[in-house]
């Protein structure tokens, strides 16, 4: 099983995880961290103890937002750890892909079905179109 690392400003990684729950049902495997009262250093410490704890396993990380301390302690992970995938400006329909592909999709092409789910998922409701 290919785990999810969702790391987040505040508790929107642990809701965005509450939230996928009560929509696709219970899963294991996705993991929610805050940078709340973490130096950088302890944030990439906690997500580096996540990969080793799960070392059976791959592993893709989402982040918030690009050019946020989350992110940049994501870009340092990455530059660390070159099998660790790392998507910025995680959202639920992000994370509902994830769940339903990271069993059926090869790993190398995960990351762009998450990121195509995200995409297509921000759309300007015009009432003409109805």
């Not at 769940?99 to 195509?116: A, H, W, Y």
């Amino acid at each position: 099983m290919v785990i999810g690392i969702i790391v987040t400003h505040g508790r929107l990684a642990e809701e965005l995880l509450s939230t996928a729950k009560v929509i696709y049902g219970n899963f294991e495997g996705c993991f929610a961290v805050t940078n709340s009262a973490k130096s950088p250093q302890a944030l990439l410490d906690e997500i580096h103890s996540l990969i080793d704890g799960n070392q059976e396993s791959r592993c893709i990380v989402l982040t918030d937002f690009f050019g946020g301390s989350c992110c940049h302690v994501c870009m340092k992970l990455r530059m660390e750890r070159d099998d660790v995938p790392v998507i910025t400006g995680v959202n639920l329909p992000m994370i509902l892909a994830f769940l339903n592909k990271r069993d059926t999709v090869p790993f190398d092409g995960l990351p762009g079905e998450i990121i195509g789910r995200g995409h297509h998922s921000i759309q300007l409701i015009d009432p003409e179109s109805f």
